[in-house]
Each structure stands twice: as structure tokens, then as C-alpha cells.
């Protein structure tokens, strides 16, 4: 089993996901299966073209004001030579591509 250690004691700031801490997973898990913590920070990192993700804007008009607000649940790739961009799916979800970076980082280190 692959985890990642960022934030293990505070859990998401993302307003509406609910935060879980601690290191209960590595215990729970620990006592029957081997257990893989990765600490690289790649999940910010395109896995396709390693170049550094942004978040995406979002505009809306509030009162005839025109206010950018920044997507927190999404990362989008800026790199124009990427295969993401090239087949027009730049934006990928943060759970799936924390996910795939966790993963693809302790099969590395196996």
C-alpha cells in the first residue's frame, strides 16, 4: 500500500472536504500489509510532462463586477508541447491525480 505524508496531522483546508489527520492509516494498515510513505511533493507536478500544475481560473460577474476566483479541486497543465493539453483534457481532478503521483512514485521506489 502506497501513502503520502503531506499534511498527515492537519488534513485538507479546502472548504467543504472534511479533514482527516493523524497516522491511523499507516497503523491500521501496517499490522497486515506493507505499507510505502512517500514525501516527494509531486502532486503538483504534471505526471505526463513534469511541469508545474496551476490552478484554474474561474470568472464570474457579481454585481458588475468581474471577480476570478481560483479552482482549489483541480489542477490544470500550462505546458503547450504536453500530451494532456494536446488532446484537450489540461485539467485533471486533485484526488485523481494525488492518486496517480502517490502511486507511480512508490512503484518507482519497490
Not at 510513505?37 to 474561474?58: A, G, R, V
Amino acid at each position: 500500500m502506497f501513502i503520502g505524508d503531506k499534511g498527515m496531522e492537519v488534513g485538507s483546508t479546502i472548504k467543504g472536504y472534511r479533514r482527516y489527520g493523524g497516522k491511523w492509516k499507516q497503523y491500521m494498515h501496517g499490522m497486515n500489509i506493507n505499507v510505502c510513505i512517500t514525501n516527494e511533493n509531486i502532486s503538483q507536478t504534471c505526471m505526463y510532462c513534469f511541469s508545474k500544475l496551476d490552478h484554474p481560473i474561474h470568472r464570474k460577474v457579481i454585481k458588475g463586477k468581474d471577480i476570478k476566483t481560483k479552482v482549489k479541486g483541480s489542477f490544470l497543465c500550462r505546458n503547450p508541447d504536453c500530451v494532456l493539453v494536446l488532446n484537450k483534457k489540461a485539467i485533471k481532478s486533485r484526488d485523481n491525480l494525488s492518486a496517480l503521483a502517490i502511486g507511480l512514485s512508490g512503484r518507482c521506489n519497490l
